[in-house]
């Protein structure tokens, strides 16, 4: 699948952007729970931090909010934090 939102700069700040699919409200609110870690976690101000390690650091931020509320994105993040091949982080 393709990207269903992203963060970006705006003229005040950061914007988050989120595409809702009807009948995919779950999937929507676990986009929007992501790109507003990747906000909170201040990633679009860490040009140091590897791509792979701020998509592992938001999913995981995604499935620990979505856990304290009552969601199960256990399957979810794992699929995408193992699939997807920026996520992927290289041992050093």
Known sequence: GGSRGYTAHSGEGQKIVVMKIPGEDVNVLHTL????????????????????????????????????????????????IKGDEQCKVVDN
């Open 33 to 80: 729970i992501h790109e507003m870690s990747h906000s909170r976690l201040e990633h679009l101000y860490r040009k140091d931090l590897p791509r792979g390690l701020a998509e592992s650091e938001a999913e995981l931020s995604t499935y620990l909010v979505g856990a304290h509320f009552g969601f199960d994105f256990k399957e979810d993040s794992t699929a995408y």
